[in-house]
């Protein structure tokens, strides 16, 4: 059988940050509460020139100066804060990527969850055409309303895959565990800007999804607990793939690494949630920063809220100099985004963008794509 999987991956996020203790002392919490109660230390926040198209065209573009474009003829976006309710994302970026026409792109929905479907049907093309390769991008904003408890878990960012054959990075094993129910833990209104969520039943299903996800790869011939190095999970906020590691292990009865708690949540715990990207920042964060995983496998935890979850594990191909060539731009992309105050911070977030004005927004962005602005109710977006 052909080895498929993830040959690369790159990470962008958005242009703005805001600092957790800021907003714990405007908030009049312990910032305590936040850094270790939650496990986050800053998040991710657009400016109004950026949304999940600039993030995910520039997480691409990154990726695909060092992969090429050669064999895609599939562009899929994995998104929960879509743009328009009928044109998709994947459209505006094959433009601002300059992909040939003879590319398929489309938009995949499902919470958190969409990113790992979306990686699945990219292995099922490959698996046809092995010498297709498929770009997965996933990108999401989070954003709750102000002074709700899902506040400090706000973020945003975007990871573009490049899915292939005798793939560089991970090989994904065939055999997945899947778990859907429906349940009202979290979702968005489309008349509603921020997301309604039960933060106590969103806990409790995603733990309960993890439990089955495993019992269904189990049943699916799925590899032995002992035989996966490290896991990572979605991140809402950090601690809760804390929560999810200690679920499993319980239901296991394994030891699990929990080191890899750690090297894999750097990047999550500054960018804030990021939705369909988190998963994929966290196995990004788990490649640059944990030693000694070249041959080894990993386990990957999705959980999209409403709910689907899926537990994949895949073999870490590529050895420690070619996981790690990027953790510094990486690092230094975290470390150049711009502080907003926090009253800075709610002006941006109080700002809406009816489609029926014509507007054009400011330039704020640093990235190489921006969102210039709305002409006609339709949207337009430029390369800088
Ligand atoms: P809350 O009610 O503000 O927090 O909301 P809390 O009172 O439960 O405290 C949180 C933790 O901080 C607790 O630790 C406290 O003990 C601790 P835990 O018991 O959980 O281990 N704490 C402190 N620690 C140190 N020093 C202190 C201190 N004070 C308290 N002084 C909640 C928390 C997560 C519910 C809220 O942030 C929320 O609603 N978030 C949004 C929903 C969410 O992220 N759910 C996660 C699962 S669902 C999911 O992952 C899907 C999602 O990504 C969406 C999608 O799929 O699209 C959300």
Redesign the pocket.
Known sequence: MTAIGIHDIELATAHHVVDLADLAEARG??P??F????GQDEFSFPAPDEDVVTMGATAAHRLLERTGTEGVRTLMFAT?TGVDQSKSTAVYVHKLLDLPGEVRSFELKQ???SGTGALQAAIGIVARNPEERVLVISA?V?R?EMN??????QGAGAVAMLVAADPALVEIDPASGVYSEDVD??WRPNDSTT?V????L??T??LKSVEKAWKDLEQHGGPSISDIKAFVY????T??A??AQAHLAQVTGAELNDGALDTGSVYNRRMG?S??A?LYSALTSLLHHEDDLTGKRVGLVS?????VAEMLTGIVKADEDTRRRVRDKVLGMLDGRVRLSVPDYEGLHEKTMPSADDTDTPRVTGSPFRFAGIRGRARHYERV
Do not use: W
């Open positions: 919490v312990d305590a509460k850094q270790k109660g939650l929960e919470a958190c969850y999401d989070a709750y709700s408890p899902g506040e400090p878990t833990d979290f997301a969520v039960d933060g106590g969103s806990i299903a995603y979605h991140q809402p906020f601690k809760m804390r929560k949630n939705y369909t988190s959980y999209g809220s409403g709910s």
